[in-house]
Nanobody, 119 residues
Framework: QVQLVESGGGLVRPGESLRLSCAAS????????MAWYRQGPREQREFVAF???????HYADFVKGRFTISRDDAAKTAYLQMNRLEPEDTAVYYC?????????????WGQGTQVTVSS
């Protein structure tokens, strides 16, 4: 089993920054992808960014170069650096870890961390 614990959320003003962390524990295959999703009030969960074990990244269009996803496999931790935050970024941010083993996909989620951007 894999456990994911997010941290780093909080209340910030527009234009400020936050760095989210996602600490993973348990039995984790070497080859896995880590991602961040978010769910705003009265909205569906949406993709934010992912990073593969080879360091390939992909971002949602709304990130617009403001966010950077990274990972430290030695520490079993993924990060999401969020700069120039906007009120529209207010959401619960969830960490996701995904891997495939013998043609079966395994998908794990953290409990989320609240990010509120307000003046």
């Amino acid at each position: 089993q894999v456990q994911l614990v997010e941290s780093g959320g909080g209340l910030v003003r527009p234009g400020e920054s936050l760095r989210l962390s996602c600490a993973a524990s348990g039995i984790i295959p070497t080859i896995h992808t880590m991602a961040w999703y978010r769910q705003g009030p009265r909205e569906q969960r949406e993709f934010v960014a992912f990073v593969t074990v080879l360091g390939r990244t992909h971002y949602a269009d709304f990130v617009k170069g403001r966010f950077t996803i990274s990972r430290d496999d030695a520490a079993k931790t993924a990060y999401l650096q969020m700069n120039r935050l906007e009120p529209e970024d207010t959401a619960v941010y969830y960490c996701n870890l995904e891997y495939e083993f013998e043609d079966v996909k395994y998908d794990y989620w953290g409990q989320g961390t609240q990010v509120t951007v307000s003046s």
